[in-house]
């Protein structure tokens, strides 16, 4: 079959891909940006990659249409703390409306279990798309799950960060509210194995793993499995307000999505039982048994993808990174330093793993003051740190930079900064006959940019000198 995937490089649609080539099929992934396709499609034949953004109707013209099934896993949860919802609706409307132009025979869509009667925005948005996504001219197939569990999930990072960073607690009332936390892998043998299955034409299921659990019992138990003892008191008087930035100064989250889950989480979430389980042969695991899972692939160096690489987490983008790819000339401040290379691979390697765990190689900890500054102004900080400690793709998370372009045979890395500025800023590296060229480019944005970087020019000095320096010394 031919099968349309939105939301290829999110977190769903990047571990889906796969699955549905190796039973056979040809996978059409739509992307904003073609640079933020997975290098591993190029030259597959099994996969195409076509750039739309259903936002934009006039974009769309290159879906083909001659695909069988289409996946709707477009999510604009945190784009906007205020306009995700109609953002939503014009992304499903769009996308009918161009689905009407091929002959696709089913769709399937990813949603949140909605069987309140009072729903957070985000699941009211959720239950609005379902509606929209009704058609007479397809069928639509709906799998509805709650916390989704596995390494590199925004709940799986948050409630890491929450247990691995603090003993004792005093948290939120909405800890006590339940929930039925289902695993990556299951949700994906979900989608998989409903494509052309008849029986699930025109149906909507709930998906769940098998225990019901508060929020509390789910950080408790992944305190077992990490062998940690953790203590918590749960607290009526903390605002929804409070609760955001709790989760936002705790964790790796942003406020927005933290100000999003937090209106989730005060809404209880179990799961109608149907056949689906048995109809589709899935039996899924329990909630200690996917953390266990999703250990093993962090421990592997093999997390397929993360929340932090989504556009959401950015704190500055909204547009597509080729924008950004040409760094400007004219206008601008730049730190340029160069030096001989004794062995290109090796520092070539070390430009792959900075940051992150790893840190910058010369005065991290300035660039950790620089993480807490940009927090307590609202920023990002260095909350995501890096996917995979040894590999970089265009898109990527890597502390407070965005890569924008990243390619070891071109041997050239290039960085966009996220973090809050008077302006914009470009960390580049560069090897050429031999020479490591390091540019730091900063374009001001009025006075208050010059002035920024005048006052942070003194740390420049030994900051760039002292990386350039560690990173060809091998």
């Not at 945190?78 to 953002?87: A, G, I, P, R």
């Not at 069987?115 to 996504?133: A, G």
């Not at 006959?433 to 006075?447: C, D, E, H, S, V």
């Amino acid at each position: 079959m031919k099968i349309l995937v939105t939301g290829a490089t999110g977190y769903i649609g990047k571990r889906l891909i796969p699955l549905l080539v190796n039973e056979g099929h040809h996978v059409v992934c739509t992307v904003r940006d073609r640079l933020r396709a997975d290098k591993s499609y190029d030259g597959d034949d099994h996969i195409s990659v076509v750039e739309a953004d259903f936002l934009k109707p006039e974009t769309l013209h290159e879906i083909p249409n001659d695909i069988d099934v289409a996946f709707y896993l477009i999510h604009s949860m945190s784009n906007s703390s205020k306009d995700f919802k109609s953002l939503e609706e014009r992304c499903a409307i769009n996308f009918k409306a161009q689905l009407h132009k091929t002959k696709v025979q089913q769709v399937i869509y990813l949603s949140g279990i909605t069987n309140e009667k009072q729903l957070s925005k985000h699941l009211e948005s959720r239950k609005k798309v379902e509606q929209l996504l009704h058609s007479e001219n397809y069928t639509l197939t709906v799998f509805k799950a709650g916390i989704i569990v596995g390494s590199g999930s925004s709940s799986f990072e948050i409630i890491r960060d929450l247990v691995e960073k603090l003993p004792f607690m005093i948290a939120p009332k909405w800890l006590n509210t339940k929930t039925q936390p289902i695993a990556v892998r299951d949700v994906l043998a979900f989608l998989s194995k409903a494509v052309g299955k008849t029986e699930t034409y025109n149906q909507s299921y709930d998906i769940f793993g098998p225990e019901i659990l508060t929020y509390k019992q789910m950080l408790l138990q992944f305190a077992e499995v990490r062998e940690l003892k953790r203590y918590i008191l749960t607290v009526p008087v903390m605002t929804p307000k409070l609760s955001s930035y709790w989760l936002y100064f705790v964790t790796s989250t942003s406020y927005k999505l933290a100000s999003s889950l937090v209106d989730s989480m005060g809404v209880q979430i179990i799961g109608k039982s149907s056949n689906i389980n048995t109809l589709l042969d899935v039996a899924p695991i329990s909630y200690k048994d996917a953390v266990e899972l999703a250990f093993e692939k962090i421990e592997q160096n093999s997390i397929v993808s993360s929340w932090k690489d989504s556009m959401v987490s950015s704190g500055r983008l909204r547009n597509q990174l080729h924008k950004y790819i040409n760094v400007p000339k004219f206008g601008c401040f730049k730190d340029y330093k160069e030096r001989p290379v004794k062995d290109t691979k090796k520092t070539l390697d070390k430009i792959w793993s900075i940051g992150g765990t790893t840190g910058w190689y010369y005065g991290t900890f300035l660039w950790k003051i620089r993480g807490y500054l940009d927090k307590l102004v609202g920023g990002i900080g260095l909350r995501r740190g890096r996917t995979s400690p040894t590999e970089l793709d265009v898109g990527d998370a890597l502390d407070f930079w965005r890569v924008i372009y990243a390619d070891k045979t071109q041997q050239k890395l290039l960085l966009y900064a996220e973090m809050r500025l008077p302006g914009e800023a470009w960390l580049e590296f560069k090897i050429e006959n031999n020479i490591l060229k390091q540019t730091a480019t900063f374009r001001p944005r009025g006075l208050w940019g010059r002035l920024y970087w005048y006052s942070v020019l003194p740390f420049h000095g030994f900051i760039f000198k002292g990386m350039i320096n560690q990173l060809v010394n091998v």
